[in-house]
């Protein structure tokens, strides 16, 4: 069972744009949830997360919005640029336990 | 913010041996680290989590005798891959939470580990 689903692969978003990825859960139980960017190759790098007291958090160019009702969350991005091109992961988490991760969605960012 | 290594970065191994991954907290104490497999094109797994002084818990379907966890110092966790085989092979990424910080809920990744067995 995927607690955690990014249903969209991949997206292709034009340089100033903004781009949007969005994350769904099913655990009502989550209270922590945070965006991670991942080149090939390497580790997963932290971007942004959010607590579930809140319903938006924001860090220069990334802004992550959380629907509890929903339970949807999304990271936007912008101005886009082409070194946000990666795959990013979104993941969620119990009182600190481990950490749920989606399938992630690749993004690309073109000229 | 907390930086986590992983050594070594990449390693190619025969089959039947056994192949060592370190992981290591540079800057800050770790009481749990996590480790995960990511398969290509998949996502990130859990593998197990490791706690400083104690046994590690294995998530289902992870052999523990195959895949050993040590958690010797708050610095430093070592997964030891027995006996590799080709469908090992792998990249495998480390996490820690620098609790003593007052960061329960932010994980740091390693930059991973490739592993290739032949």
């Known amino acids: 069972d995927q607690q955690v689903k990014q249903n969209s692969p991949s997206l292709s978003v034009q340089e100033g744009r903004i781009s949007i990825l969005n994350c769904d859960y099913t655990n009502s139980m989550f209270d922590y949830f945070l965006w991670y960017k991942k080149y090939p190759a390497e580790g997963p790098t932290f971007l942004i997360s959010i607590s579930s007291i809140k319903d938006k958090n924001e860090d220069g160019r990334f802004t992550v919005f959380l629907n509890k009702s929903a339970k949807h969350l999304s990271l936007h991005i912008v101005p886009s640029q082409p070194g946000d091109s990666a795959v990013y992961f979104c993941?969620?988490?119990?009182?600190?336990?481990?950490?749920?991760f989606g399938t992630g969605t690749r993004l690309q960012v073109f000229p | 913010g907390a930086v986590v290594s992983q050594h070594p970065s990449r390693v190619i191994c025969k089959s039947g041996t056994s192949v060592k991954i370190e992981c290591r907290s540079l800057?800050?104490?770790?009481?749990?680290m996590f480790w995960y497999r990511q398969f290509p094109k998949q996502s990130l797994m859990l593998m197990a989590t490791?706690?400083?002084?104690?046994?590690?818990?294995?998530e289902q379907g992870v052999e523990k005798d195959k895949f050993l966890i040590n958690h010797a110092s708050l610095t430093l966790s070592t997964l030891t891959v027995t006996s590799a085989h080709p469908e090992d092979s792998s990249f495998y990424i480390c996490?820690?939470?620098?609790?003593?910080?007052?960061?329960?809920?932010?994980?740091?990744f390693g930059p991973g580990t490739r592993l290739t067995v032949l």
């Open positions: 993941a969620a988490s119990t009182f600190g336990d481990k950490l749920i």
């Open positions: 490791s706690n400083e002084g104690s046994k590690a818990t294995y």
């Open positions: 996490s820690a939470s620098n609790v003593a910080g007052g960061d329960t809920d932010t994980q740091y």
């Open positions: 800057d800050f104490q770790a009481t749990t």
